[in-house]
């Protein structure tokens, strides 16, 4: 059983800074990437945000370029997304894909709240 945990969703003002955090465990095989995606409602596509690869080279959506960061710890299985410069439009659940040789997995998501 793989499980993917994301944590570090938390509420914050405009302009203030989140790092969230996505750890998978239980998986046979090693990491190929972990893709991070957000969706701001139940009526709203998941929209993509920013890939990590095995190697730590990431990419992001033009929404996010230039504000948000993605690392790996390799050690802890684990990736990061740093957020700063957030704005009101970056509120979203924010859910981590983990991608390994038998399939993708999801975690259950963690709520980023930017409001004055």
């Known amino acids: 059983q793989v499980y993917v945990v994301e944590s570090g969703g938390a509420s914050v003002q405009p302009g203030g800074s989140l790092r969230l955090s996505c750890e998978a465990s239980g998986s046979r095989f090693s990491m190929n990437a972990m893709v991070w995606y957000r969706q701001a409602g139940p009526g709203n596509q998941r929209e993509w945000v920013a890939?990590?690869?095995?190697?730590?080279?990431?990419t992001y959506a033009d929404s996010v370029k230039g504000r948000f960061t993605g690392s790996r710890d390799r050690a802890k299985n684990t990736v990061y997304l740093q957020m700063a410069s957030l704005k009101p439009e970056d509120t979203a659940v924010y859910y981590c894909?983990?991608?390994?040789?038998?399939?993708?997995?999801w975690g259950q998501g963690t709520q980023v709240t930017v409001s004055s």
């Open positions: 894909q983990f991608r390994s040789s038998d399939g993708d997995y």
């Open positions: 890939s990590v690869t095995s190697r730590g080279s990431a």
